[in-house]
Nanobody
Framework: QVQLVESGGGLVQAGGSLRLSCAASRSISSANSMGWYRQAPGKQRERVARITREGNTEYADSVKGRLTISRDNAKNTVYLQMNSLKPEDTAVYYC??????????WGQGTQVTVSS
């Protein structure tokens, strides 16, 4: 079992920045990948960023150049730096991990609201 706890969400004006954190209850160094999904009201959940064990990153087209994912294995934490935020980035953001045994775990979500 892995517990994930997100933090860092909140209300920000358009053009502003936030940094989300996702702290894992145990080591993430061997995890296959970690990342972030988001879900806006009335919309499907979409993956916005992913980082592999090797440090390779992937982003949704809608966030490329504005969001940056990183991981700190020493702190068992993955981050999502969000810059140049837009109202359409408003959503609940969920952290996830895929372990080396391909088990999936999710955090409880953190609300991000971007005002225009």
């Amino acid at each position: 079992q892995v517990q994930l706890v997100e933090s860092g969400g909140g209300l920000v004006q358009a053009g502003g920045s936030l940094r989300l954190s996702c702290a894992a209850s145990r080591s993430i160094s061997s995890a296959n990948s970690m990342g972030w999904y988001r879900q806006a009201p009335g919309k499907q959940r979409e993956r916005v960023a992913r980082i592999t064990r090797e440090g390779n990153t992937e982003y949704a087209d809608s966030v490329k150049g504005r969001l940056t994912i990183s991981r700190d294995n020493a702190k068992n934490t993955v981050y999502l730096q969000m810059n140049s935020l837009k109202p359409e980035d408003t959503a609940v953001y969920y952290c996830y991990v895929v372990t080396y045994r391909f088990e999936n775990y999710w955090g409880q979500g953190t609300q991000v609201t971007v005002s225009s």
